[in-house]
């Protein structure tokens, strides 16, 4: 009964290469994000949706596009991938309420490796 | 813009020793404040919040009370154990609550026996 799940935990590819990261979430929640974290632990937000639209999106790169193709899956597409891609990347959603945040939930991550 | 600050690690502490994980911020507003802890290979669980000043967050015998007028957060607990060693983040929620989280960048706790 995982309520954040992703796939893969693990990706492995070479610089140049388009991959995704998918993300699924059982809670019914309606806003979903993506987060990366680097090599020093450092977490900062790239993308928000909310009910299929796009509310943030944090200066990174347009090679990063987040598509929703429902309420509950929000995937992360990166196309020519850098080496500076290599992270951890993290999905997570919570259910905005009154214009309040209540608690995210967050997936197991998927660790990028740009070789 | 938004900013979270935590004391830098690694904490290392003898186990049934005192915790204190310092955070302070910066918000426009009235944001609602988090703990998150992330066990080593694993995601971030929601360890305590608190969404109004003095308001009290708990859980697992960590506590931290939301502070107005210093802006902190600070993290306790009264006797560690070596099952707490992990990643601890501070974060705050920005406006309206569809920014996201802002992360502090998290204190490594080592516990050792």
């Known amino acids: 009964d995982t309520a954040v799940s992703q796939t893969p935990k693990y990706l492995v590819t070479q610089m140049g290469n388009d991959k995704s990261i998918k993300c699924e979430q059982n809670l019914g929640h309606d806003t979903m994000y993506w987060y990366k974290q680097d090599s020093k632990k450092f977490l900062k937000i790239m993308f928000s949706y909310n009910n299929k639209e796009l509310i943030i999106n944090e200066t990174v790169p347009n090679r990063f596009s987040p598509k929703s193709p429902d309420k509950a899956h929000l995937n992360l597409h990166i196309n020519s991938l850098e080496l500076g891609d290599s992270a951890v990347y993290f999905c997570?959603?919570?259910?905005?309420?009154?214009?309040?945040?209540?608690?995210?939930?967050f997936g197991p991550g998927t660790r990028l490796t740009v070789l | 813009g938004d900013s979270v600050t935590q004391m830098e690690g690694p904490v290392t502490l003898s186990e049934e020793a005192f915790l204190t994980i310092n955070c302070t911020y910066t918000?426009?507003?009235?944001?609602?404040l988090f703990w998150y802890v992330q066990y080593p290979g694993e995601g971030l669980q929601l360890l305590l919040k608190?969404?109004?000043?003095?308001d009290k967050g708990s859980n697992k015998g960590f506590e931290a009370t939301y502070r107005k007028e210093t802006t902190s957060f600070h993290l306790e607990k009264g006797s560690v154990q070596v099952s707490d060693s992990a990643v601890y983040f501070c974060a705050l929620s920005g406006r309206g609550g569809a920014d996201g989280l802002t992360f502090g960048k998290g204190t490594h706790l080592i516990i050792q026996p």
């Open positions: 918000a426009t507003g009235y944001p609602s």
């Open positions: 608190a969404t109004k000043a003095d």
């Open positions: 997570a959603s919570s259910q905005l309420s009154s214009g309040a945040l209540d608690t995210q939930y």
